[in-house]
């Protein structure tokens, strides 16, 4: 079965302008994740969509497949985030098997999505999917209080419970399966677990900054071969 690689981007970005294509690391979020997808030999195709011709532009130039997106379908206001993936799904997805691959996450290794792939392939039926995640170990309160600790009997930080939380990493299941849930991930997904570098998932000016630094520092300590093992 093929496997198509998705990289959503748009024109719009509400909390870091032209977060896609701004200069990051001497390069950009979305270059980034092309060249990085391209290192991925199972990967059978890599999909750019995008209302934003520049963007588009940059998957030609990168030698993989530019497919527009309406501007409905990318507003966010004229359809919901579930209608956006079904459409992607069925309207410009062919393979059996779709990765939504986000360029948010830029520390995220080469390994963790050949290793998320081949999970993928052998993971138990009782899963329909698999989402990138990492282990939150911090004390969680709501408006009522204490929700994973008791204050009466008080446990050191690495003895909470195994709490996740999802991250914008990569999501894989079958491409019918996400046009009928309108989603990335089922019901059911396997949360394989990232580590902290990798689950910096840019939202906000900090996060970019923070993950910019990140990545200067560990491409230079890994001479130019940032997390490829």
Same mark, same amino acid.
């Given at each position: 079965?093929? /496997?198509?690689?998705? %990289?959503?981007?748009?024109?719009?970005?509400?909390?870091?302008? =032209? +977060?896609? @294509?701004?200069?990051?690391? =001497?390069?950009?979020?979305? *270059?980034?994740? #092309?060249?990085?997808?391209?290192?991925?030999?199972?990967?059978?195709? !890599?999909?750019?969509?995008?209302?934003?011709?520049?963007?588009?532009? %940059?998957?030609?130039?990168?030698?993989? @497949?530019? !497919?527009?997106?309406?501007? #409905?379908?990318?507003?966010?206001?004229?359809?919901?985030?579930?209608?956006?993936?079904?459409? @992607?799904?069925? *309207?410009?997805?062919?393979?059996?098997?779709?990765?939504?691959?986000?360029?948010?996450?830029? &520390?995220?290794?080469?390994?963790?999505?050949?290793?998320?792939?081949?999970?993928?392939?052998?993971?138990?039926?009782?899963?329909?999917? #698999?989402?990138?995640?990492? &282990? /939150?170990?911090?004390? !969680?309160?709501?408006?009522?209080? $204490?929700?994973?600790?008791?204050?009466?009997?008080?446990? +050191?930080?690495?003895? &909470?419970?195994?709490?996740?939380?999802?991250?914008?990493?990569?999501?894989?299941?079958?491409?019918?399966?996400?046009? =009928?849930?309108?989603?990335?991930?089922?019901?059911? $997904?396997?949360?394989?677990?990232?580590?902290?570098?990798?689950? @910096?998932?840019?939202?906000?000016?900090?996060?970019?900054?923070?993950?910019?630094?990140?990545? &200067?520092?560990? +491409?230079?300590? =890994?001479?130019? *071969?940032?997390?490829?093992?």
């Amino acid at each position: 079965m093929g /496997i198509s690689a998705v %990289i959503p981007v748009r024109e719009g970005s509400s909390r870091v302008k =032209n +977060k896609n @294509i701004r200069s990051f690391g =001497n390069s950009s979020l979305l *270059e980034i994740k #092309i060249d990085q997808l391209k290192r991925i030999n199972r990967i059978d195709h !890599i999909i750019v969509s995008s209302d934003s011709n520049k963007m588009l532009n %940059i998957a030609k130039e990168k030698g993989v @497949i530019a !497919i527009e997106r309406p501007d #409905i379908y990318c507003d966010e206001k004229s359809k919901s985030f579930n209608e956006v993936v079904s459409y @992607i799904a069925k *309207e410009q997805v062919q393979d059996d098997i779709m990765m939504w691959t986000p360029c948010v996450c830029p &520390l995220l290794s080469d390994r963790s999505l050949v290793e998320g792939i081949k999970l993928f392939e052998n993971v138990n039926e009782k899963y329909d999917s #698999i989402a990138t995640a990492t &282990l /939150i170990k911090e004390y !969680i309160f709501d408006e009522n209080g $204490p929700i994973n600790f008791s204050v009466a009997n008080h446990v +050191k930080s690495q003895d &909470l419970p195994n709490w996740h939380y999802i991250v914008n990493g990569f999501f894989i299941a079958k491409r019918e399966a996400m046009e =009928n849930w309108g989603f990335v991930y089922g019901p059911n $997904p396997y949360l394989f677990e990232i580590n902290k570098y990798e689950a @910096i998932d840019i939202d906000d000016i900090l996060d970019f900054d923070v993950a910019e630094m990140l990545y &200067l520092k560990m +491409k230079g300590e =890994n001479k130019g *071969e940032l997390f490829n093992s």
